[in-house]
């Protein structure tokens, strides 16, 4: 019932956002909505979901919703070959995209790096990432037994107040394109750290596109 009421005010909020952010086709003449415009309303209208989620003890709040939803909870020697599956049809999904995929226990960390994912100030997901974050969708569709979690991060350039907020919306982005694509809202939640994560040094070019980043992190969907 949460999911189909989740489902309802999306399309609903959407009907309203989507009309003003119509393009016309050059070529043919024709009005239409980018795939890029698509993912940005579908966002604004998901985003509430989404936010519903965060802040402190997420996790324990994502679990009770998802087990009270129905969704079964992962145990003993299930829970390690369950994240096997996934992280082994991840690879194959990304394999060439520009995402690393790291495992940590049971956990599985997706990096997306700022250079392909945002341009430099930017929240606005670059199209050629949709499809890497399509990939994404799939896999996290087929293996619903987990809880996302969405970390943004930007590099020094700019003020702390600036950055923090540039992390947070890009973080939010990507959580708000993934529900577009069909992973329940209740799964997610975004976290923005600014500045202050970095991986790599901020005295050069290289080391600043690394820390600008999107990182999601998928921790099994258990008891405890």
């Known amino acids: 019932m949460k999911q189909a009421l989740h489902a309802i005010a999306i399309l609903v909020m959407a009907s309203f956002i989507i009309p003003g952010c119509s393009t016309i086709d050059p070529y043919t003449g024709e009005k239409k909505t980018s795939k890029a415009t698509w993912g940005t309303a579908i966002g604004a209208a998901s985003g509430a979901a989404v936010g519903m989620i965060a802040g402190h003890n997420s996790k324990q709040r994502r679990r009770n919703a998802l087990i009270g939803a129905g969704v079964g909870a992962l145990a003993g020697a299930g829970i390690g070959n369950y994240m096997d599956q996934q992280e082994a049809k991840l690879r194959q999904k990304l394999q060439g995209s520009g995402v690393s995929v790291t495992r940590q226990g049971d956990r599985i960390i997706l990096n997306m790096p700022g250079n392909i994912t945002f341009r430099t100030g ?40 600036s950055n923090q907020a540039l992390s947070e919306r890009r973080a939010a982005a990507v959580g708000q394109y993934l529900v577009s694509q069909g992973v329940d809202s209740m799964r997610i939640a975004t976290q923005g750290f600014g500045e202050t994560k970095p991986i790599a040094s901020n005295d050069t ?20």
Do not use: M
């Open 205 to 224: 070019e290289a080391g600043k596109q690394q820390n600008r980043r999107v990182e999601l992190e998928i921790s099994p969907l258990t008891q405890q």
């Open 122 to 161: 930017s929240a606005d997901i670059n199209a050629g990432f949709f499809e890497a974050l399509n990939s994404v969708a799939l896999v996290l569709k087929e293996y619903p037994k987990t809880i996302l979690d969405i970390y943004g991060h930007t590099d020094s350039v700019g003020d702390d107040a």
